[in-house]
């Protein structure tokens, strides 16, 4: 009996945890045939398009031009088009997951998109531990060769020095 | 790198964004380093790898480098 209390009361778990909304995040690679003017309007249709759906955004990035690490295509309407280039952005938001399996339709169809990529995430921001190693890491190399550039002089005058010695002998 | 190096920074979270951080995690012909090399944790290894994928997947990162 008390197995059978504790599954209807794990459904309802169940239950309410759908209904709750969860974090996502939205990468996308946009097409790089979108001139730089239009970029911004690209950018506030993807917001507004969230927001439509019941999402709340909490973080967000303009999409930048990117190379990318390799080739790729895309075929609409049986083209094949090549893409080398593309528009990198991303969004974070809040959103019931019922809801994201229809945005997720909806961006299917929309041919502005090479690729993108919806996964779940934590409200956290995940950039901004990555900027603080790279100081680190780029400071260290900077002290030692101020360091090396100062020992260099010295040793120099030393060796001259030395040379003027070897030459009297 | 014998110590974890996500714990050693504080990261907590593996973002498929930061491809700084995931480049120093693939070999020269694009592989994924694997978890005896890396001498990050089991559980971190795990998020490393599908971070590395999707970075991939959306062309940051390579499948391969010839």
């Known amino acids: 009996m008390q197995d059978a209390e504790n599954k209807v009361n794990n459904d309802s778990l169940v239950e309410t945890s759908d209904a709750v909304s969860k974090i ?55 083209v094949r088009s090549k893409f080398n280039k593309a528009y990198f952005g991303w969004i974070k938001f809040t959103m019931d997951s019922q809801k994201v399996l229809e945005l997720k339709k909806h961006l299917d169809l929309d041919p502005n998109f090479i690729r993108f990529l919806i996964l779940k995430t934590v409200k956290e921001n995940t950039i901004a531990t990555k900027r603080f190693v790279r100081g680190e890491t780029y400071k260290r190399p900077k002290a030692k060769s101020k360091e090396n550039e100062v020992a260099v002089p010295i040793n120099e005058k030393e060796i001259d020095k030395e040379i003027d010695a070897m030459v009297a002998i | 790198m014998k110590q974890d190096y996500f714990s050693a920074n504080n990261i907590k979270y593996i973002d498929y964004k930061d491809v700084e951080i995931l480049k120093k995690f693939i070999n020269p012909n694009g592989k994924i380093v694997s978890h005896k090399r890396t001498g990050v944790t089991s559980k971190n290894q795990r998020a490393l790898t599908s971070a590395i994928k999707h970075a991939r997947f959306l062309g940051l990162l390579p499948f391969i480098v010839k």
Do not use: Q, R, W
């Open chain 1, 24 to 78: 996502y995040e939205f990468g996308y690679l946009l097409v790089p045939t979108i001139k730089e003017e239009d970029l911004s309007v690209n950018y506030g249709n993807i917001k507004e398009l969230v927001s439509s759906f019941g999402g709340e955004i909490i973080a967000d990035d303009m999409p930048k031009a990117i190379n990318l690490a390799y080739t790729i295509s895309k075929v609409v309407s049986n």
